[in-house]
């Protein structure tokens, strides 16, 4: 079975820390992903990568970064965590099936992130 | 660009009851597409999901689903819910590329009247 693990379920950070979101995956996926989940919003995709080092923006990138040194391993990065991030983060990584593209994302349990 | 929407928020049913989760896309060529369930605390996990062919496809906990490409839908049912499929339901698309990404709708909470 295909594992995604998010190193911490819960954190509690001030507002101005630089926090870091790690997850990996144990499956050579290519593609790694991550989202934030609030009530009503769904899962929005806040950046993804297709590669290592290589990085796209999804719909709400703003106040974050991400780093993807290794294939099987992708940090989110907030670089000065406001309360407007408190939310449920979620990392997912897939396969490029070849001639069928991508097949379906992978998550893990997603770490809950309160701003204080 | 790719979206997904999801007009129903909330949706509650008798336990015994059929179940349909509306499910629309906006995608320029054929999407690949995916239902899937949270259950309360727990992680997202896949339903099923949509690649080519056959346009019904079936999927775990007796759930199916039927790509409609005229009406870019790709909706989610099941002929008699039980209580433990109170959820969150997501419908997800990706396009056919390597470094396509992958967008949810806002999810359907399911409630099951007992």
């Known amino acids: 079975d295909v594992k995604v693990t998010q190193s911490s379920r819960y954190l509690v950070k001030r507002t101005g820390e630089k926090v870091f979101l790690e997850c990996v995956q144990d499956?050579?996926?290519?593609?790694m992903f991550w989202y934030r989940q609030d009530p009503g919003l769904g899962l929005r995709l806040i950046y993804f990568?297709?590669?290592?080092?290589?990085?796209e923006k999804g719909d709400i990138p703003e106040g974050y970064s991400v780093s993807r040194e290794k294939k099987e391993r992708f940090s989110l990065i907030l670089e000065s965590a406001s309360t407007n991030q408190t939310s449920m983060y979620l990392c997912?990584?897939?396969?490029?099936?070849?001639?069928?593209?991508?097949?379906?994302?992978?998550f893990g349990q997603g770490t809950r992130l309160t701003v204080v | 660009a790719q979206s997904v929407t999801q007009p129903d928020i909330h949706i509650t049913v008798s336990e015994g009851a059929s179940l349909e989760l509306r499910c629309n896309y906006s995608?320029?060529?054929?999407?690949?597409l995916f239902w899937y369930v949270q259950s309360p605390g727990q992680g997202l996990q896949l339903l099923l999901k949509?690649?080519?062919?056959?346009?019904l496809v079936q999927g775990i906990k007796g759930f199916e689903a039927e790509f409609k490409r005229s009406q870019s839908s790709f909706n989610l049912r099941k002929p008699s819910v039980h209580w433990s499929d109170a959820a969150e339901y997501f419908c997800?698309?990706?396009?056919?590329?390597?470094?396509?990404?992958?967008?949810f709708g806002s999810g359907t909470r399911l409630s099951i009247r007992p």
């Open positions: 995608y320029g060529a054929t999407p690949y």
């Open positions: 949509y690649f080519s062919g056959d346009t």
């Open positions: 997912a990584s897939s396969t490029t099936g070849g001639a069928w593209g991508n097949t379906e994302a992978f």
């Open positions: 990568s297709y590669d290592v080092k290589m990085k």
């Open positions: 499956m050579d996926h290519e593609n």
């Open positions: 997800a698309v990706v396009g056919y590329s390597s470094a396509s990404k992958i967008i």
